[in-house]
């Protein structure tokens, strides 16, 4: 039997150094020597017949490495048990050594669960904005479907305001020269928007189709960024294509011309659009304020998490992503998924550790509750319940939804009022 000494290096790591006694380890050293005999292969003896002290002074070496494993890893079994770790991931050896008496000393260090001092998770402080959403804003988004269906045709005559062309351009040195690599082909600019370059769009106004016209861009000697300041940029722009967008008139023929048999007045198109602006920033709202819930609960309840557990939540995240979608790739999804890997395995332990404290539980009933609101079929509800895969995951939602709303009912919340004009 082996004896142990358990120091604690932090909340989820522990370094065992284990004594097993002298008699046990030869005991292993003989059975190594046995089954490394029946494999060796000795001048003068058929194979596995070589005599056991012959085996055993020829192959000391590889007989006591093999050995040693073995005995490090009796170590660690008997230990663990003894003392009721339960360990994750791969236990590190630190030293194998022996005292004077022969016994094998092994120090190795083990992960395990994160243990969780719950110091603060209710009248945490929180802000929930509060978005008012107005008439500008509905009527921007409208105006925005408006363009999106206007009719785009071609002009003969020179470019105007409103008007978007295409355009290829050519960057020129201080002596007029193209520069080599600056070259642009292709560019779409709608002109008086703003999003390429007032100055620019104002200086193409009145270009025709086919013309190149020499523009300039001065940044001004405050520009932010101090390589440009002060600078002048030339270009050559060869007009390609001039196009006129019709924007179609906001009525009740066009509401209903968009396809939605429940929309057919403006009035009604404009209270959709309302409903869908509200639900959006309602989701933007809440997945805001369970962010900075989570984050809170972090930093009022700090612990340590095993590596381990994160690579796991990693690799499982990352697996599930390329199921789900083929065609990502590996070091796209890790690249997803990384940045936040530690805080979601550190908020499932502390929202288990929570629940367990609260005694927060989804039962079987819940589940079927929740499933007889969205399959009205009894036969088909039967199915899922009896997939207990299928229930374990609608366990797992339901009980996230049931620890967030326990949390934030029990946390003090300031409204923030934000108006979307």
Do not use: C
């Amino acid at each position: 039997m082996v004896k142990t000494e358990v120091k604690k290096i932090s909340s989820s790591k522990q370094e065992l150094k284990v004594t097993l006694p002298k008699d046990e380890l030869d005991a292993i050293r003989e059975e190594e020597a046995k089954k490394f005999r029946k494999e060796a292969q000795i001048p003068g003896f058929r194979k596995g017949k070589a005599p056991l002290t012959m085996v055993k002074r020829r192959f000391a070496g590889i007989i006591e490495s093999y050995a040693l494993e073995r005995a490090v890893e009796k170590s660690l079994f008997e230990a663990t048990q003894q003392e009721k770790i339960d360990f994750i991931g791969t236990p590190e050896a630190k030293s194998v050594d022996f005292d004077e008496e022969g016994n094998l000393i092994s120090t190795i260090e083990v992960e395990t669960l994160p243990e969780i001092e719950l110091k603060k998770y209710k009248g945490i402080k929180l802000v929930r904005d509060k978005y008012v959403i107005t008439d500008k804003l509905v009527d921007e988004n409208i105006q925005q479907l408006l363009k999106e269906r206007a009719e785009v045709t071609a002009v003969d005559g020179p470019v105007e305001e409103g008007h978007r062309i295409t355009v290829d351009m050519q960057e020129l040195d201080e002596t007029g020269v193209p520069i080599v690599g600056r070259k642009y082909n292709d560019v779409t600019i709608k002109i008086g928007e703003g999003l390429f370059d007032k100055e620019i769009e104002k200086q193409l106004i009145g270009a025709k189709k086919g013309e190149t016209k020499r523009v300039e861009k001065v940044y001004p000697d405050d520009f932010p960024q101090k390589d440009y300041a002060g600078k002048k940029e030339v270009y050559e722009m060869t007009v390609k294509e001039i196009m006129e967008e019709k924007i179609p008139e906001l009525t009740d023929e066009f509401v209903q011309e968009l396809g939605d048999e429940s929309l057919k007045t403006v009035d009604d198109l404009k209270k959709r659009i309302r409903e869908n602006l509200e639900r959006q920033y309602e989701d933007e709202s809440k997945k805001r304020l369970e962010d900075d819930l989570i984050q809170t609960l972090l930093a009022e309840n700090p612990f340590e998490i095993p590596q381990t557990l994160i690579d796991n939540y990693l690799e499982h995240m990352v697996r599930s992503a390329m199921q789900r979608n083929p065609q990502i790739k590996e070091e796209d999804a890790r690249r997803a998924y990384e940045p936040n890997a530690e805080t979601m395995v550190k908020w499932f332990y502390l929202t288990k550790a929570i629940a367990e404290k609260e005694n927060i539980q989804v039962s079987d009933e819940e589940v079927e509750n929740f499933l007889k609101e969205f399959v009205k079929d009894e036969e088909q509800r039967k199915q899922m319940m009896a997939n207990t895969h299928q229930v374990q995951h609608m366990k797992d939602d339901l009980f996230y939804d049931k620890i967030v709303k326990f949390l934030l009912e029990n946390a003090e919340i300031e409204e923030n009022e934000i108006v979307l004009d």
